[in-house]
């Protein structure tokens, strides 16, 4: 177990450094000269070729890549901002509070709420119950994110005035943000419960169970539930990216200080190096996450466990 | 029991296409979504002909209108009226949900039925690389994408492309490793097949129906991506018509006229729904063993 651990945290590097990279190139070989944008228009060319100099553009590109690497692992530095100059690593560590308290809370509602909405929709098939909440489910996954917290707070903020519209503050400003981003979350994770559920209750250890005499309830809790929660946890870590995205994009709705409206407002004003810090530092906090999800898929699944073990003698 | 047996033999003959045509016909909400969808084609097909005013007429002395006879989703801010720009808009939210789905789709299935086939060095590559790509949320790549090439519709296409290749590189690999070890596939590799023709001839047909599910599925994702892009400002720039780009437009103006967001999200939702809809019932078409 122990060993299956430190080899996926080992096998995240490579990967990390592979987006780092990716996203380094991207922005670097990106149409539009950063000392220009940084001088803006009226700069004379020896200006700005001064500017390049200072900032080391015209280094090659792999010493460039590699100083900027080396940069983030030393001293957790993501270099500073094109436009006001600022450490982008203090920008990052103020906001990305904001952004992973939404996302992580509707991580949570989604588990939470959209686990037992799937349970009740495939032990109670074909009824209202199983019609509403997968009626409602599919409506769920069908909006966009922004979108219902617009609607949200128009009902709540403007028409009834019992949450604040916008900003952060007590926990009555992440109601609405947590909600709207969740709800698709939730909808995901219920109809994947339902469908894992019905698949898991034609097994035949269910009809054994039954066949000895087990009550129902038992039966649903003990038997089908640990075996139909498998997949459910296997796409917790997508779900978890997308309820991330979701974030992101619905931070400007609500007016949120985090590093989705930090991008936003980077992207409007071509701050590189802002942009790829914060999608370096997502990157690496959502495979922090799938690591998280994976280990615990070892807890669950034992047949992943034996699996692994097997391999690994076999790899040496 | 035996009757449903005899049915099943009887309906050995028919094509798996035909059986399952005939099963997605049957479901009701599916073609409910079907039909939705059709409508929603011919609207954007029709557009300029059929919208009451033109997308950029703007009406002065109408400004902020609520829904009324004569405008019966409101005006905008410019006094445009709602309506027609949401049909006119259609084109561009369609043709970005559509196109950029094709784009990955094809790429993706490409690429994962190489990796599954081949196996060995060449899926280890592929699949290391995918793993790169997948470690980033998929909104946050297309993000990044485009914050470098600069907003636009091509951008954003391409931007969605991208961050959509390794899920069906992932899919159709899966599919492929199913049906590899299959005695069809040997068969046609001791009568010499090449293996472009193995993989186009034999396989693809025969690992294309979880990818069938996943492109409509893929569809409605992207249109959601798509309007999340522009109402960042990403996507399709002002003054053109597009949904997510309306619904950023008219958020300045929720607290007085909520119309301007209502109606372009309920576009949105109900085009998504439809294309759900239908993904559903192709899925339980095509896997009838969780429909009973």
Redesign the interface.
Request: charged fraction near 10%; charge should be positive.
């Given at each position: 177990m122990r060993k299956y651990i430190v080899k996926r945290i080992l096998l995240m590097i490579p990967v990390l450094l592979g987006v780092a990279f990716l996203i380094f190139a991207i922005m670097t070989f990106t149409p539009g000269d950063p000392a220009s944008i940084i001088l803006g228009a009226g700069a004379t060319p020896e200006a700005i070729e001064e500017l390049q100099e200072k900032l080391g553009l015209n280094a090659p590109f792999l010493v460039r890549f590699f100083d900027y690497i080396k940069g983030i692992v030393t001293r957790f530095d993501f270099g500073t901002s094109y436009i006001n100059g600022t450490e982008i690593r203090s920008e990052i560590l103020m906001r990305f509070g904001f952004t992973f308290r939404i996302a992580l809370l509707s991580m949570v509602f989604a588990l939470g709420l959209g686990v037992p909405l799937g349970i009740t929709a495939a032990v109670n098939r074909n009824t209202w119950k199983d019609t509403t909440s997968m009626a409602v489910a599919l409506f769920g996954i069908s909006m966009p994110t922004f979108w219902f917290g617009l609607m949200l707070s128009i009902i709540f903020a403007l028409k009834l005035g019992i949450l604040p519209p916008s900003g952060v503050g007590g926990i009555e400003y992440y109601i609405m943000p947590c909600l709207a981003v969740s709800m698709s979350g939730i909808a995901s994770m219920a109809r994947m419960t339902r469908s894992s559920m019905l698949e898991v209750i034609r097994a035949d250890y269910i009809t054994t169970a039954r066949a000895k005499g087990q009550t129902e309830k038992v039966i649903i809790w003990k038997h089908a539930l640990k075996n139909a929660l498998i997949p459910v946890i296997t796409q917790a870590g997508t779900t978890f990216g997308i309820l991330l995205g979701g974030t992101l994009v619905s931070e400007t709705v609500f007016s949120i200080p985090g590093l989705g409206s930090y991008m936003v407002t980077s992207i409007k004003s071509r701050d590189y190096p802002a942009i790829q810090g914060s999608v370096i530092f997502v990157a690496a906090v959502f495979g922090v996450v799938m690591l998280v999800v994976d280990i615990l898929y070892t807890v669950v699944d034992p047949r992943i466990r034996a699996d692994f073990s097997k391999g690994g003698k076999k790899k040496k | 029991m035996s009757a449903a047996k005899n049915v099943k033999k009887q309906k050995k003959n028919e094509s798996m296409m035909k059986l399952t045509m005939r099963r997605l016909f049957r479901n009701k909400t599916a073609m409910l979504g079907l039909t939705i969808l059709v409508v929603l084609l011919l609207i954007a097909i029709l557009g300029p002909l059929i919208a009451p005013y033109s997308d950029i007429e703007q009406d002065l002395m109408n400004c902020y209108g609520l829904p009324s006879l004569q405008h019966p989703f409101g005006t905008d801010e410019l006094g445009r009226d709602i309506l027609s720009r949401l049909i006119i808009g259609s084109r561009a939210s369609l043709e970005i949900g559509l196109v950029s789905i094709a784009g990955s789709a094809v790429i993706g299935i490409i690429i994962g039925c190489l990796a599954g086939y081949f196996g060995g060095t060449v899926d280890n590559v592929i699949m290391?690389?995918m793993?790169?790509?997948q470690?980033?949320?998929?909104?946050?790549l297309a993000?990044?994408?485009c914050?470098?090439?600069?907003p636009g519709v091509n951008n954003c296409i391409l931007a969605l492309i991208i961050s959509g290749v390794p899920g069906f590189v992932r899919m159709a690999r899966a599919s492929v490793l199913n049906i590899r070890g299959m005695e069809y596939l040997e068969a046609a590799t001791a009568i010499n097949c090449s293996t472009a023709r193995i993989i186009a001839k034999h396989i693809l047909p025969n690992a294309l129906s979880p990818l069938i599910v996943q492109i409509t599925m893929g569809v409605?994702n992207s249109i959601?991506s798509a309007?999340?892009m522009s109402?960042?400002?990403?996507g399709v720039q002002p003054p053109n018509p597009e949904w997510?780009a309306m619904?950023s437009a008219g958020?300045n103006f929720?607290?007085n006229y909520?119309h301007m967001?209502?109606f372009?999200?309920v576009v949105?939702?109900i085009t998504?729904?439809a294309l759900?809809?239908l993904g559903?019932g192709l899925r339980d078409a095509m896997d009838p063993k969780?429909k009973d």
């Open positions: - | 290391r690389f793993d790169i790509f470690a980033l949320p998929p909104m946050v993000i990044a994408v914050a470098a090439l600069g409605a959601l309007s999340s109402f960042v400002g990403l997510g619904l958020r929720i607290r909520p967001v209502i372009p999200g949105i939702m998504v729904l759900n809809m559903d969780l």
